[in-house]
């Protein structure tokens, strides 16, 4: 099977492709290599994946309207995975434009791109994000999500409605995933865990948010792949019970499914960052400040549906996940 990632030198993206070449499967994956963190993590992760026979790696821009259309046309994918985005809440804040441009304009050009190939499943990154205001816990892809807190959630949210465009005028098959908190070995260098690591093992003081009384739902890694690849399987299909009258909002009468994937067991900061002095070794030397502006106190995962539709579990603990992941950073940073 002929299988678009795009987002592959990224976190995410390089883990699922890694997956995929190991079960045989053809892949051609993109990235733009942004400078948005270090770019030599990205070099790296790539290295990995052009050892594959069955892997092509291409250096394209999501944004590139012309470049994604000769992608598409060139390589008539039957698959696509979409998870190239600019990330991080806090930094669109300070540039918005980035996230107009990755998340808006060149999801557009994904969805085009599949319209154009009759694509057989399109499989895309949300993110828990989009619950935004919600309090109701847990989260659930039932519950309306009109209240982000910041405009990466909203590009996110617009995610899903171009998604349901597509999917019911064109009958595109497009299947959702509110990614929650991810972490692991490779991972993203803005991320908590990251930062954390590499300051407490200078002996740097650790900023904690909201006095360390967050509650997230942290998922590691191989369980957000277990799931992608779990979906990806089985193309999206039109819900039959859908009603106009009371609209279910993970459902439809087209090819539109949401779901979360979440670890289903939120976590405090405090205790994350226990689990982490432990894999260490070290005491970490803690700052308590107030929440920052566009975060939210809690996530919460109600991945039910996932566990039903496709037989999805996470199955790795705070202390598994962690632990692998310090072993990683160490033999990769040489610490």
Same mark, same amino acid.
């Not at 290295?47 to 092509?56: G, P």
């Not at 705070?318 to 072993?327: A, D, L, Q, Y």
């Given at each position: 099977?002929?299988i678009?990632?795009?987002?592959?030198?990224?976190?995410?993206?390089?883990?699922?492709?890694?997956?995929?070449l190991?079960?045989?499967?053809? $892949?051609i994956?993109?990235?733009? +290599?942004?400078?948005?963190?270090? /770019?030599a993590l990205k070099? !790296?992760? *790539?290295?990995?994946l052009?050892?594959?026979v069955?892997?092509?790696?291409?250096?394209?821009?999501?944004?590139?309207?012309?470049a994604?259309a000769e992608?598409f046309?060139?390589y008539?994918?039957?698959?696509?995975?979409?998870?190239?985005?600019?990330?991080?809440v806090?930094?669109?804040?300070?540039?918005?434009?980035a996230?107009?441009?990755?998340?808006l304009v060149g999801?557009?050009?994904?969805?085009?791109?599949?319209?154009?190939?009759?694509v057989?499943?399109?499989?895309?990154?949300?993110s828990?994000?989009?619950?935004?205001?919600?309090e $109701?816990?847990?989260?659930?892809? +039932?519950h309306n999500?009109?209240h /982000?807190l910041?405009?990466? !959630?909203? *590009?996110?949210?617009?995610?899903?409605?171009?998604a349901h465009?597509?999917?019911?005028?064109?009958?595109?098959?497009?299947t959702?995933?509110?990614f929650?908190t991810?972490?692991?070995?490779?991972?993203?260098?803005?991320?908590?865990?990251?930062k954390?690591t590499q300051?407490?093992?200078?002996?740097e003081?650790i900023?904690?948010y909201?006095?360390g009384?967050?509650?997230?739902?942290?998922?590691?890694i191989d369980d957000?792949v277990e799931?992608?690849?779990?979906v990806?399987?089985?193309?999206?299909?039109p819900?039959?019970?859908?009603?106009g009258?009371t609209?279910?909002?993970?459902?439809?009468?087209?090819?539109?499914?949401?779901?979360?994937?979440?670890?289903h067991?939120?976590?405090?900061?405090?205790?994350?960052i226990?689990?982490?002095?432990?894999a260490?070794g070290?005491?970490?030397?803690k700052?308590?400040?107030?929440?920052?502006p566009?975060d939210?106190?809690d996530?919460?995962?109600?991945?039910?549906d996932?566990i039903?539709?496709?037989?999805?579990?996470?199955s790795?603990?705070?202390?598994?996940?962690?632990g692998k992941?310090?072993?990683?950073?160490r033999?990769?940073?040489?610490?």
């Amino acid at each position: 099977m002929s299988i678009l990632i795009t987002g592959t030198a990224g976190f995410i993206g390089a883990a699922v492709a890694q997956r995929l070449l190991e079960c045989g499967e053809q $892949v051609i994956g993109l990235d733009n +290599h942004n400078t948005y963190y270090d /770019p030599a993590l990205k070099e !790296a992760r *790539t290295a990995q994946l052009t050892a594959h026979v069955n892997y092509q790696h291409l250096r394209v821009d999501v944004a590139d309207r012309t470049a994604m259309a000769e992608v598409f046309e060139r390589y008539k994918p039957q698959r696509v995975i979409h998870l190239a985005a600019q990330a991080g809440v806090r930094y669109s804040l300070e540039n918005p434009a980035a996230y107009i441009d990755s998340n808006l304009v060149g999801f557009a050009n994904v969805l085009e791109g599949c319209r154009q190939q009759q694509v057989e499943h399109l499989v895309y990154a949300s993110s828990s994000s989009v619950y935004g205001a919600n309090e $109701v816990m847990p989260f659930s892809t +039932h519950h309306n999500v009109d209240h /982000p807190l910041s405009l990466y !959630a909203a *590009t996110k949210k617009a995610n899903e409605s171009m998604a349901h465009t597509y999917s019911h005028l064109y009958a595109l098959p497009t299947t959702g995933l509110r990614f929650f908190t991810v972490y692991g070995p490779w991972g993203r260098p803005d991320m908590a865990l990251f930062k954390f690591t590499q300051a407490i093992l200078a002996g740097e003081t650790i900023p904690v948010y909201h006095y360390g009384q967050h509650r997230r739902d942290f998922t590691y890694i191989d369980d957000i792949v277990e799931g992608v690849i779990r979906v990806l399987d089985q193309p999206a299909k039109p819900n039959p019970a859908w009603s106009g009258h009371t609209p279910d909002s993970a459902s439809s009468r087209a090819p539109w499914r949401l779901y979360n994937i979440g670890n289903h067991q939120p976590v405090l900061l405090l205790d994350y960052i226990a689990a982490l002095e432990k894999a260490l070794g070290i005491s970490a030397k803690k700052e308590l400040l107030p929440m920052q502006p566009g975060d939210v106190p809690d996530t919460y995962a109600d991945v039910d549906d996932l566990i039903e539709q496709f037989g999805y579990q996470p199955s790795t603990s705070i202390e598994e996940g962690i632990g692998k992941f310090v072993r990683w950073y160490r033999d990769f940073y040489g610490v």
